[in-house]
């Protein structure tokens, strides 16, 4: 014979299921704006009845469960995409980066300039065709000579213009490396504070949110390769 109170049970486990799912809807509409969060759910499942198996039973229907359980609250998110996502990152930066540094090169040998490389080598070749023939002629010899300085200024003023900007980019790579071991810091930092929760028995959602946004972070420096493990901490390979 069940409990007299056993459908009130049921229905205060009902409540406490909805009113969970109320709650995780309600997060999910507030940080629909959030940088990184991912939309959570409800996990439910029926609870069984606590009768067990008997050899005699007058009744095959008289157990009708316990009512509902709320397992747990997950994140909706496919760990597929994340993978892809974070390989495509890493591909799209490496060609923006590439982009971004022909573009400046291009800004520094600007052949649109009328007094560019282009034009200073065919004005250099019209005097020294002109001298070819007149190569007695010290009027010439001195346009040739005064051209001949001009493409040299020119080559200089682009070497140092490359080198300033090779030194530009050094400095930038320096700033790229202080990030990555930053972010490979935080990463482990939030390693432990996720192993740290799962050991207490609960699923650290908002963590993992942070986690995955400093794993997409640093996906857009270098090409990575996560690795789930059980305590929930992941491993990154690169290379």
Do not use: C
Request: net charge negative.
């Amino acid at each position: 014979m069940r409990a007299t109170f056993l459908g009130f049970e049921i229905a205060r486990k009902a409540l406490n299921a909805s009113q969970k799912g109320l709650d995780v809807v309600t997060q999910n509409i507030s940080n629909a704006n959030t940088e990184g969060y991912t939309r959570q759910r409800v996990d439910l499942s029926s609870v069984p009845s606590e009768r067990g198996t008997y050899l005699y039973s007058n009744s095959t229907t008289s157990d009708v469960g316990m009512g509902v359980n709320v397992d747990r609250i997950s994140q909706v998110r496919d760990k597929v995409l994340d993978y892809k996502y974070r390989k495509e990152n890493a591909i799209n930066n490496t060609w923006n980066t590439s982009l971004s540094g022909l573009r400046d090169i291009e800004n520094i040998i600007d052949e649109y300039d009328k007094d560019g490389l282009s034009t200073s080598l065919m004005n250099f070749y019209e005097k020294l065709h002109t001298f070819s023939s007149n190569t007695s002629n010290i009027e010439y010899a001195s346009l040739l000579r005064t051209s001949a300085q001009t493409v040299a200024q020119t080559l200089n003023k682009y070497s140092e213009q490359l080198r300033e900007l090779e030194q530009l980019n050094i400095e930038e790579l320096d700033i790229v490396v202080k990030d990555v071991n930053e972010l490979l810091d935080k990463i482990s930092k939030i390693n432990t504070e996720i192993k740290g929760a799962k050991v207490a028995g609960y699923t650290p959602n908002e963590l993992l949110d942070t986690r995955n946004s400093y794993l997409d972070r640093l996906s857009g420096y270098v090409n990575i390769y996560v690795e789930n493990h059980d305590d929930g901490t992941v491993s990154i390979k690169s290379g």
